[in-house]
C-alpha cells in the first residue's frame, strides 16, 4: 500500500488583533479633554470666588435712604386705614408706615396717566388703592 503524502499546509491562526495603536490614541484623547474641562472649572471657580471676595460699597443715593432726610414728591397724607378692612386696611397701614418707600415706585395701574398721581404713595392718599 502507499502512503498519501500529506499536504504540509500552514495551519491558519485565529488570534485576535492587537488594539495599541487607536485604544491608546482613544484613551489619550478622552485624557486630554478630560484636564482640559478640569481646568476650566477650576479657572471659573477661582474667578467667582474672586468676584465673591470683593467688598460691596453703598451708592450715596442709598445711605440717603432715611426718614428724616426724604423729601417726599407726595406731601399728602395717606388715609386712615381704620376706615378699611382686612387685606385693605393692613395695606394702608404699610403705607402710613413706609411712604418714601411707595414714593419712589411706579404705579402699574397707570393710575399717573388716568388720575394724575404721582407715583404709588398718591394711590393711598384717597380710595383708589382700595379698588
Not at 21 to 42: C, D, F, H, N, Q
Not at 95 to 104: H, S, T
Amino acid at each position: 500500500m502507499a502512503k498519501k503524502k500529506k499536504k504540509n499546509t500552514p495551519k491558519k491562526r485565529t488570534t485576535k488583533p492587537k488594539q495599541t495603536a487607536p485604544e491608546s490614541k482613544k484613551r489619550s484623547k478622552y485624557t486630554l479633554i478630560a484636564m482640559i474641562a478640569g481646568g476650566v472649572l477650576v479657572l471659573t471657580g477661582a474667578y467667582f470666588l474672586y468676584q465673591g471676595e470683593k467688598p460691596q460699597t453703598q451708592s450715596p443715593e442709598l445711605t440717603e435712604l432715611k426718614k428724616d432726610k426724604i423729601n417726599l414728591r407726595e406731601n399728602r397724607p395717606t388715609l386712615s386705614p381704620a376706615r378699611f378692612t382686612g387685606k385693605v386696611r393692613s395695606a394702608y397701614e404699610i403705607a402710613r408706615a413706609i411712604p418714601e418707600v411707595l414714593d419712589r415706585l411706579y404705579c402699574y395701574c397707570r393710575c399717573r396717566e388716568n388720575f394724575a398721581h404721582k407715583n404709588l404713595l398718591s394711590c393711598y392718599i384717597d380710595t383708589h388703592a382700595s379698588t
